[in-house]
């Protein structure tokens, strides 16, 4: 069982940054592809980046790319770190993972198998 934990949300302005984490449990986590998604009040969860195994191989949704970057380390954990915040980047946001091991960075939300509880990111104009 993996269980995953998410952090460093808040409330920011517009062209603000954050760092969001992810904290991973199981012994198996460096095999794992991760992801980060998002939900806004209204809207159905939307893929916001993802990093494979190994870290070689990362997707982003068009709408972050230039400002988001996902990353990872050997600790379990995961990051996103956001800048150029946008009035439409709130949302909550969720860490997933996927247990099998692929070659490239996964983008459907429905590979992954694990998820966090999510953790609320407001940017103000």
């Known amino acids: 069982q993996v269980q995953l934990v998410e952090s460093g949300g808040g409330l920011v302005q517009a062209g603000g940054s954050l760092r969001l984490s992810c904290a991973a449990s199981g012994r198996t986590f460096s095999s794992y592809a991760m992801g980060w998604f998002r939900q806004a009040p209204g809207k159905e969860r939307e893929f916001v980046a993802g990093?494979?195994?190994?870290?070689?191989?990362l997707r982003y949704a068009d709408s972050v790319k230039g400002r988001f970057t996902i990353s990872r380390d050997n600790a379990k954990n995961t990051y996103l770190q956001m800048n150029s915040l946008r009035p439409e980047d709130t949302a909550v946001y969720y860490c997933a993972a996927d247990p099998q091991i692929y070659g490239f960075a996964i983008t459907s939300q429905y590979e992954y198998d694990y998820w966090g509880q999510g953790t609320q990111v407001t940017v103000s104009s």
């Open positions: 990093i494979n195994w190994s870290g070689s191989s």
